[in-house]
């Protein structure tokens, strides 16, 4: 009997290699996280990334980071470790972070001939009780401060620090930018995943890697400081990649005292506040030296400070002196772009200014999406927008009133560096133009606020205001999401 040979079936069917396909990875975006109320101020992070959950634990890093450092060296906080040092005297166990801050303002104390100190704490106090007053410092008692700044405020060996003075110190200036720099560190050692980012406290500004969007640079506008409104043009744009940005300036904060205004930045080699610039922006290799020159070149003449800037690998500057002149490092303007064109001047009857507190009446650290508009006092005919802040679809619905009238926005710049501002303050201003660029009519609008927090308060409030005769005001009422605000119209927008 012969015995048939079996063939497998599979032998029989044609083979054809089966090469899986790649799942492709999602792309990389940007993901924006705003709050206030930090460090005094208002703080950006923008993380690029291809997951969301790691740009959120990112996020999650920075605030722990912030705030662990806040511990350190924040003068304004009882219990920080300054605060303690201050009040005991001297310790034996200094932390690193707070010796690497002293350090660094001792070394800038130096190389800026004393024009940088973190003793002008008693000169601000004194300015700051003038203008409580009414009145200018006497000029006695400020010589005898300033002979007792210029003196050194601690010795230092190993991690034994030693106060030679009870007086207030003040490290909030440098120390903002170490603890820029900390924060950056950090997010990209332990979330390597995230490829690029922002870190924005209050207008200094640190970048690494790449946007998003396949440019090779972060644009950074820089404030005007002749015209400050947070909706106001750009004085320029900067494209910066892997580098620092912080300015200064005199038009955020300061003293009114006897009708004329003070800058908040003093020289504390002659006790009185600085006059002679306006606004400096500093391009360096880590913020923490951005953001001491910045405020040195705001005290040192602009020949002193940029032989300053010379001296300093890395770093590039421009200063705005109160003349008006801008006043540029060789290297400037090789960061520099074209600001968008002003548009063409069109005669109008009025200006107005709105100055607003967007820091929540309820407990909620994330900034919350503003919107401010004018229309008829109907409220049912757009005349201008002037500002709408967010990018995350689903919140901006949640602005009822603004959505169903206008529905999106562009955003045109990656961050803003900007005199340090307080918590939630914000001004805007209307050039009197209707939205198509004409001369809006004399007469009485309606100016609207509108700010709605992610799962949180939501707020609308308008006030009617007379534009076109005399000077002007109106009073927008607090919120659940807001603290109010106040819109003042008149000629040239007194």
Known sequence: MRVRQLIPLLSLIPFTAVVPRPIPRPAAQAYLFQHDGVLGTSLDLTFVTSSPRDAQEAERVALAEIERLRRVISTWDSTSEVSRLVASGSTTAASADLLAVLKAYGTWHERSGHAYSARVGSLVKTWRDAQRDGHLPDAGELAAIVRDVQSPAWTIDGARVTMLTHAPVDLNSLGKGYIIDRVVQLVRAKLPSVQGGLVNIGGDIRSWGNPARGDSAWRVAITDPRRHADNAAPLTLLHVADRAVSSSGNYERGFDIAGKH???????????????????????????TANALATTLSVLSAAEGMKLVAATPGTEAMIVTTAGVMVRSPGFAAYERSAPAAAPVVPAAFQATISFDATPTEPNRHRPYVAMWITDTSGLHHVRTLAFWGSKPKYQREMSKWWGLFGTDNTLVDAVTRA?????KYTLEWDGLNQAGAAAPAGLYRFWLESAYEDGPHSVKSVIVNCGGAKATGVIDKGAAFGGGEVTCGPGGQ
Request: aromatic letters at 6%; proline letters at 6%; zero cysteines.
């Open 262 to 288: 003070w800058s908040h930045i003093i020289d504390p080699r002659n006790g009185y506040p600085v006059d002679h610039h306006i606004g400096v922006t500093v391009v360096a290799r880590d913020n923490a």
């Open 420 to 424: 340090t501002r307080a918590v939630g």
